[in-house]
């Protein structure tokens, strides 16, 4: 055990053990992936923009496809965070992600091709939230918090 100076606490933080250590390392691996895959949609975004500028009707086909695939790794995460039940700040982080990646985006995507181009703007930026609570999610958990 390290040293410690007058007034430092020597309190250790409560692990996870068992199945709940597993299943939260297990956690932190898809939010890593989802994290590589949302950041991989912003290219994509870009990509299917300048297509649909250069008159390609399918540009963006491959952002729809990746997008699905993050709803997906989004549920994963949510049921990974329930059966870790590492601690409530991580199953809210997850959960808040689920309706974020889940049925708020796509949402969002469907009512700015409605001619509700500012939803697109709002679309852009919930990207960016969903970046960041996989970036959250994917860092060491504790069962205190």
Do not use: C
């Not at 199945?19 to 994509?44: C, I, P, S």
């Not at 409605?114 to 060491?140: E, M, P, T, Y």
């Amino acid at each position: 055990m390290p040293p410690t100076l007058p007034g430092m606490s020597t309190t250790t933080t409560p692990s996870l053990d068992g199945y709940r250590a597993t299943t939260t390392q297990v956690m932190r691996y898809l939010a890593m992936a989802g994290g590589t895959l949302a950041l991989a949609q912003f290219a994509l975004a870009g990509f299917g923009a300048f297509n649909s500028v250069n008159g390609h009707r399918h540009g963006y086909t491959a952002h729809e496809t990746v997008g699905t695939i993050v709803e997906l790794v989004g549920l994963l995460v949510l049921i990974a965070a329930l059966v870790a039940r590492p601690n409530r700040r991580t199953i809210i982080l997850a959960v808040v992600l689920f309706l974020l990646a889940g049925p708020i985006q796509p949402s969002l995507a469907e009512l700015a091709k409605n001619d509700q181009s500012w939803l697109g703007a709002l679309h852009g930026l919930v990207g960016l939230a969903i970046l960041g609570l996989f970036f959250q999610l994917s860092r060491k958990v504790t069962a205190d918090g």
